[in-house]
């Protein structure tokens, strides 16, 4: 794609399949659309993109480029952060605990990507199910507290 930006990595994404870190010099820089780096950007995954030639518009892994396009058939680069956001929200109730989750009891990035048909990171997830935690603890608390009024 002749719009695609390289930006540097700022925390561990997997993307196509690629694994890119800050510490790697293999794979510390990723290429993608402004649109796909948007929600990036504000995760602090990647930073600010760096300014080269179209034709170096490749990344450093040199992955090939896939489709972009998800199973229904919408381009990847098309999600609005809610949608990506609901995406990934609507994924959770499917995971089992033994397997689909880490030590630390969030999902697993590769399970989410596989549910949603697009890459995430594993910061965008994390935030996510933080996010979808406090909500259930606080709903939990308004009925314990009901319950007790009662």
């Known amino acids: 794609m002749s719009d695609e930006k390289i930006y540097p990595v700022l925390s561990a994404i997997r993307r196509n399949g690629i694994l890119y870190k800050p510490s790697d010099p293999e794979a510390n820089k990723i290429s993608m659309t402004p ?3 948007a929600q990036l950007l504000k995760l602090k995954v990647v930073g600010e993109p760096e300014e080269v030639a179209p034709e170096e518009a490749e ?21 609005t952060d809610e949608e990506r956001k609901q995406a990934i929200i609507n994924a959770f109730p499917s995971l089992k605990a033994d397997s689909d989750l880490t ?6 990035v590769s399970v989410i990507e596989k549910q949603v048909g697009f890459d995430v990171s594993a910061d965008e997830v994390k935030a996510i199910w933080a996010e979808i935690q406090a909500q259930n603890a606080a709903v939990k608390s308004d009925a314990d507290g009901k319950a007790e009024s009662e």
């Open 103 to 108: 030590k630390a009891g969030e999902p697993k």
């Open 59 to 79: 990344t450093e892994a040199g992955e090939t480029e896939d489709t972009g396009l998800l199973a229904d058939g919408k381009a990847e680069d098309s999600l």
């Open 35 to 37: 649109k796909e780096a």
